[in-house]
Structure formats: structure tokens, C-alpha cells
């Protein structure tokens, strides 16, 4: 067999082993989690089993709250996901223009960067109270606070993402006529892309954190808000079923960014199948 063809059977297999080997762990899990409630090693009350979960998700009445203020199952999951994809795109792409300009002009890294290494350290959580003021209760609060959790640090990276790029990439788009955008286009992106392509997707869990907080602390809606008010009504079937929706949900929304992310530079990927034959 070619070499090629070793190197694309052994990464299929891999990838097999991989995803056996993920279904193992948490099938051992759950396994286990059943046998503790079972022999009284752990409250059932508090961490109901699997089995009880799976009971309580077909009997398919998983909400919480009464009147205006009751939060259902599939509601809540539309409502995170849209604040949480809409705030990561808006400070994604502030903090990508932001990042531009601090390392195009030394005036405004001078101003901006110090800024944004400031904010960067504040945790979600810090500031909803903000939020709610400028914006009131609800989806835009949300959104805003998403914005500002991962602008800074999002900011930050950016530009140390442009500060690596070698000199002589910039060099040589100059003399070969690339000038303003151009450049941009051509050279200083695709220098940066494979590290802002990881920095994205890294950012995504600072944004699912802090949607998540947001509706706990005040936003009485979506994922976050219907496990607090399952806690309140000591609903731990709809706590737990809360939990393990945001981790499969999290876990789902980084493997499709990480296929993205490689289809964006594809270069690279082609580069180094390229090295290993």
C-alpha cells in the first residue's frame, strides 16, 4: 500500500478509535452514575440517574416557571443559542475591526490596547448589571453581555496574532504592490488565519459561559433561566437534563467550528498532508 494510503487509513482509524473511545467514557459514566444512586452511594434526588432522565425527557414535559415567567425545554434552547450566536459574531467582528486598527496605527494602540487589556479580565458575570441598565431584561441584555465578556481578550489575542506574522511577509506584498486593503487581503490575514481561527474557536467558550450567566443572574429565559428555576422548584430531573444539554450542545457547536475553521485555512491542512508524504 502507497504510503498516502497508510497515512489516510491510519487517521481513519484514528478518528474511529476516537469516537469509540468518547462513547466508552461516558457510557462507563453512566453506567456507574446508576450503580451509585442504585446502592445509595449517591442521592437520587439530588443526581437522578440516567434511567430517570430518560424517562423524564419522553414523558416530554420539561419546563419550569407558571404563567408569563414558565420557561420550556426546546424555548430555552432556541433563545441561548440565538443570543449566544449573535453576540459572538458582533464581538468576534469588533474585536477583529478593533484589532486591525491597533496594529495598523500606532496612535490607536496607544489608546485602544490598554482598553481592551482591561475589560479583558472582567469576568460575564460582572457585567449583567450593566447590561440591564443600558439595554433592560431580555434577549439584548444577553447579547450585550456576551459582547463585552469576550471583546477584550478576543481584542487582545488578535493582535498578538498580527504582531507574529514575520516582517518579511509584509515586506515582500509591499514590493510586489499591495498596499491597504489589498494587503490586508493578501498578506496579513492569511498570515494571521490559522491563529485567529483557533482564537475563534476558543472564544466560543467564553460566550456559551457567558450567555449561560447572564440568564442565570436576571434574563428569565433561555437554558440558563430554566435551570435556576428547576433548582427553585427543586426539579433536579430538570436540572440535570439542563447540564448535560449545554455540554452536548457546547461539545457540538466546537466540532462544527473546528471543521470550519479548517475549511477556512485549508492551506494549512493541505500543506501538511503534503509534508507527510
Known sequence: MPRAGRLVRGAGLARAFGAVAFLGVWAALAAFWEIAV??????????????????????GNMSAGIGYGKVSYGQAILDTLGRVMA??????????????????????RAVAMPLMQTIAPIA???????????????????????????????????????????GEYVKAGRLL??????????????????ALVTLARMSFFGAWMAVLAGEMAGISSGLGALIMLGQQQFNMRLVMIGIVTIGALGFLIDRAL????????????????????
Not at 453576540?87 to 490607536?108: K, N, S
Not at 458575570?125 to 469576550?150: D, E, M, N, R, T
Not at 486593503?181 to 488565519?193: C, E, G, Q
Open 177 to 194: 504592490g499591495a498596499r491597504g486593503l489589498r494587503l490586508w487581503l493578501r498578506v496579513v490575514l492569511p498570515a494571521a488565519a490559522p
Open 87 to 108: 453576540g459572538f459574531v458582533i464581538g468576534l467582528l469588533g474585536a477583529l475591526v478593533t484589532a486591525m486598527l491597533i496594529w495598523a496605527f500606532r496612535p490607536v
Open 258 to 277: 473546528l471543521r470550519l475553521g479548517r475549511s477556512l485555512v485549508w492551506w494549512e491542512h493541505r500543506s501538511a498532508r503534503q509534508v507527510a508524504r
Open 124 to 166: 460575564p458575570v460582572a457585567w449583567i448589571p450593566l447590561a440591564i441598565s443600558l439595554v433592560g431584561l431580555g434577549s439584548g441584555a444577553a447579547i450585550l453581555v456576551v459582547v463585552l465578556a469576550i471583546l477584550g481578550g478576543v481584542c487582545a489575542s488578535a493582535v498578538a496574532a498580527f504582531d507574529a506574522i514575520p
Open 38 to 59: 442504585a446502592r445509595g452511594w449517591l442521592n437520587g434526588r439530588v443526581l437522578p440517574p440516567p434511567s430517570v432522565l430518560g424517562a423524564y425527557v419522553l414523558a
